[in-house]
């Protein structure tokens, strides 16, 4: 029998391209977004049912949830994908953008797991995958929300697991480095203050860098084959950084002075 696998913000990027792959691959796709107008074709590919859900409003998710499990029986397993990137200097943000920032990338992610959760636990089986990124690990200049986000999202699945362990229910991170999506430009909230300068120089100079990278980057395809190799190892692995690994092993080998001295070098030249 075919599986089934829940996408959020499967509108564009890496959430379509799973979308697609998963089609392909000949599972049932429920593919999620807030404005179920932009499907376009999705909506035309085999398997494939646009259901509208807004991370940040939890009748949207559970009516969601609901209508996946009516319509396939099980929910095998979840992409908690939809989010996006704060960008700027941190005096610049406001209560209210950290505060939407949190909701979306962090509360919720946290809200769709819970709604899976009854499901999979009473199947004993289900691989909740948490789309973080290598800025979960490491962090670059103006993004300090964002990173505080994702930080966030490798702490919570990392104790998950413990927990949920016991009933064969798989918790899973992927970890891109850049990936060519409109992250780095639509889905962007480029922060600004009225009157605050202080920070323009430094904006200038680390900005374009940032921009580069993304734009410069591969396409999401990868990212859909390792949420494809997470959602199938069958194992209890629990990271799958991709175009990240260079970035991720210094990490790892460096003291915090030489890193930073590094993306200073990298991204402040
Ligand atoms: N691109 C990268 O370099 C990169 C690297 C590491 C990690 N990531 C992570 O990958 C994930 C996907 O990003 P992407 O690169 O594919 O960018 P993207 O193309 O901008 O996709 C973001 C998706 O999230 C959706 N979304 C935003 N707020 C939402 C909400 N409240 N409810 C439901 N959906 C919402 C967007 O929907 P709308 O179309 O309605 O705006 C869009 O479908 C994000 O979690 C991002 O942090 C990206």
Same mark, same amino acid.
């Given at each position: 029998?075919?599986?089934?696998?829940?996408? @959020?913000?499967?509108?564009?990027?890496?959430?379509?391209?799973?979308?697609?792959?998963?089609?392909?691959?000949?599972?049932?796709?429920?593919?999620?977004? #807030?404005? *179920?107008?932009?499907?376009?074709?999705?909506?035309?590919?085999?398997?494939?049912?646009?259901?509208?859900?807004?991370?940040?409003?939890?009748?949207?998710?559970?009516?969601?949830?609901?209508?996946?499990?009516?319509?396939?029986?099980?929910?095998?397993?979840? +992409?908690?994908?939809?989010?996006?990137?704060?960008?700027?200097?941190?005096?610049?943000?406001? !209560?209210?953008? +950290?505060?939407?920032?949190?909701? @979306?990338?962090?509360?919720?992610?946290?809200?769709?797991?819970?709604?899976?959760? *009854?499901?999979?636990?009473?199947? #004993?089986?289900?691989?909740?995958?948490?789309?973080?990124?290598?800025?979960?690990?490491?962090?670059?200049?103006?993004?300090?929300?964002?990173?505080?986000?994702?930080?966030?999202?490798?702490?919570?699945?990392?104790?998950?697991?413990?927990?949920?362990?016991?009933?064969?229910?798989?918790?899973?991170?992927?970890?891109?480095? !850049?990936?060519?999506?409109?992250?780095?430009?639509?889905?962007?909230?480029?922060?600004?203050?009225?009157?605050?300068?202080?920070?323009?120089?430094? +904006?200038?100079?680390?900005? *374009?860098?940032?921009?580069?990278?993304?734009?410069?980057?591969?396409?999401?395809?990868? +990212?859909?084959?390792?949420?494809?190799?997470?959602?199938?190892?069958?194992?209890?692995?629990?990271?799958?950084?991709?175009?990240?690994?260079?970035?991720?092993?210094?990490?790892?080998?460096? !003291?915090?002075?030489?890193?930073?001295?590094?993306?200073?070098?990298?991204?402040?030249?």
């Amino acid at each position: 029998m075919a599986k089934t696998i829940l996408v @959020t913000g499967a509108s564009s990027g890496i959430g379509e391209a799973t979308v697609r792959l998963f089609s392909r691959k000949k599972w049932n796709v429920l593919a999620t977004m #807030r404005s *179920p107008e932009k499907a376009g074709d999705l909506a035309t590919l085999p398997g494939v049912s646009i259901l509208r859900l807004d991370v940040t409003d939890l009748d949207s998710i559970r009516s969601a949830v609901d209508e996946g499990l009516a319509q396939h029986g099980a929910i095998d397993a979840v +992409v908690n994908n939809a989010g996006y990137g704060m960008v700027g200097p941190f005096e610049a943000t406001t !209560p209210e953008k +950290v505060q939407k920032q949190f909701e @979306t990338n962090v509360f919720g992610l946290m809200n769709v797991t819970r709604e899976v959760l *009854p499901s999979m636990r009473e199947k #004993r089986s289900g691989t909740i995958i948490n789309m973080s990124s290598v800025g979960g690990r490491i962090t670059f200049p103006l993004y300090s929300v964002y990173h505080a986000t994702k930080f966030a999202v490798e702490g919570f699945s990392e104790s998950l697991q413990y927990e949920l362990r016991q009933f064969n229910i798989k918790v899973k991170l992927i970890e891109p480095g !850049p990936i060519k999506t409109p992250f780095y430009d639509r889905s962007q909230d480029l922060v600004s203050k009225e009157g605050l300068k202080a920070y323009d120089t430094f +904006v200038a100079r680390a900005l *374009p860098h940032m921009q580069k990278e993304g734009h410069n980057a591969p396409g999401p395809t990868g +990212v859909a084959y390792t949420v494809w190799e997470a959602a199938m190892d069958n194992t209890y692995r629990m990271r799958y950084p991709i175009n990240a690994e260079a970035m991720l092993s210094l990490r790892k080998l460096l !003291p915090d002075r030489a890193v930073f001295k590094l993306v200073r070098s990298v991204l402040l030249r």
